[in-house]
Nanobody
Framework: QVQLVESGGGLVQAGGSLRLSCAAS????????MHWFRQAPGKEREFVAA????????YYADSVKGRFTISRDNAKNTVYLQMNSLKPEDTAVYYC????????????????WGKGTLVTVSS
């Protein structure tokens, strides 16, 4: 069992930056591929970024590529999402998710979810 708790959301102006964190419990954190998803009001949950269990491979949605960076610290059981050059369309609740073994971009493939943190980007 893995419990995930996100933090770092808030209100930021367009062009600004935020860093989200996801703290995980459980001794097997390092064996999970970690993901960030987001869900805007009235829209489906969508894939944002993923990182392999070693941290050696990262994957991004086209909409955030070049602006967002996912990273992890297995010693601290934490995954991060650095978000730069934020746009109003990035406004959403951001969720951390874990999947054993390899990463996938489908929300239905995740094993564990956090409760989310709200990011609001004003124009």
């Amino acid at each position: 069992q893995v419990q995930l708790v996100e933090s770092g959301g808030g209100l930021v102006q367009a062009g600004g930056s935020l860093r989200l964190s996801c703290a995980a419990s459980g001794r097997t954190f390092s064996s999970y591929a970690m993901h960030w998803f987001r869900q805007a009001p009235g829209k489906e949950r969508e894939f944002v970024a993923a990182i392999s269990w070693t941290g050696g491979n990262t994957y991004y949605a086209d909409s955030v590529k070049g602006r967002f960076t996912i990273s992890r610290d297995n010693a601290k059981n934490t995954v991060y999402l650095q978000m730069n050059s934020l746009k109003p369309e990035d406004t959403a609740v951001y969720y951390c998710a874990a999947r054993s073994t390899t990463w996938l971009s489908s929300p239905r493939a995740m094993n564990f979810w956090g409760k989310g943190t709200l990011v609001t980007v004003s124009s």
